[in-house]
T-cell receptor, first 118, second 113 residues
Framework: GAVVSQHPSWVICKSGTSVKIECRSLDFQATTMFWYRQFPKQSLMLMAT?????????EQGVEKDKFLINHASLTLSTLTVTSAHPEDSSFYIC??????????????FGEGSRLTVL | GENVEQHPSTLSVQEGDSAVIKCTYS??????FPWYKQELGKGPQLIIDIRSNVGEKKDQRIAVTLNKTAKHFSLHITETQPEDSAVYFC????????????FGTGTQLKVEL
């Protein structure tokens, strides 16, 4: 199946710094990518929808100025957590939409990126 | 918006037994229902999915059933094995919904020897 790669798989940073997470579709072009956040023992919560060449669409309650999303190419979307604080510590997961499959395409998930803010 | 409820939150079975996880959804327009398996520290992996025009789908030891009238769907795993132990999530989406998935709350399945 298609592969979606996230980097880094884990990162530890100091409070107040910014962290960038990359999501790449390795063998297909993805016009749409999604970013999720998952806290321990909880479900995946959609943060934003990233469309290539346009601004991301954020879900209600997600601060767009804190979670910067850039989808500059058909194979790469980045999530930057700005001025990170301990409460931003979480597991961030991306998914990429490929052609085919229901309802509008098949979703392929990355392996996730564990962020720990000290 | 869509709301997906999932039960049980934890499920413990003996190896070889069957496991059933149930989900209900609220939006009657939802027409795509995937199930994901998530192992510790990893991203979710699609294990089976079903469209609203089908009532049941099976893939070896895994099956999914859908009741559109009642708006619920279930995952059935037969002959469970220790490697089936993981967190399972159901999800729902609809055509025209931007391919957004609404996830259930997850079920921690433990298969004991």
């Amino acid at each position: 199946g298609a592969v979606v790669s996230q980097h880094p798989s884990w990162v530890i940073c100091k409070s107040g710094t910014s962290v960038k997470i990359e999501c790449r579709s390795l063998d297909f072009q993805a016009t749409t990518m999604f970013w999720y956040r998952q806290f321990p023992k909880q479900s995946l919560m959609l943060m934003a929808t990233s469309n290539e060449g346009s601004k991301a669409t954020y879900e209600q309650g997600v601060e767009k100025d804190k979670f910067l999303i850039n989808h500059a190419s058909l194979t790469l979307s980045t999530l930057t957590v700005t001025s990170a604080h301990p409460e931003d510590s979480s597991f961030y997961i991306c998914s990429a939409l490929g052609a085919g499959g229901p309802p509008g395409g098949e979703l392929f998930f990355g392996e996730g990126s564990r962020l720990t803010v000290l | 918006g869509e709301n997906v409820e999932q039960h049980p939150s934890t499920l413990s079975v003996q190896e070889g037994d069957s496991a059933v996880i149930k989900c209900t959804y609220s939006d009657s327009a939802s027409n795509y229902f995937p199930w994901y398996k998530q192992e510790l520290g990893k991203g979710p992996q699609l294990i089976i999915d079903i469209r609203s025009n089908v009532g049941e789908k099976k893939d070896q030891r895994i099956a999914v059933t859908l009741n559109k009238t009642a708006k619920h769907f279930s995952l059935h795993i037969t002959e469970t094995q220790p490697e089936d132990s993981a967190v399972y999530f159901c999800a729902a989406s609809k055509t025209g919904g931007g391919n957004k998935l609404t996830f259930g709350t997850g079920t921690q399945l433990k298969v004991e020897l």
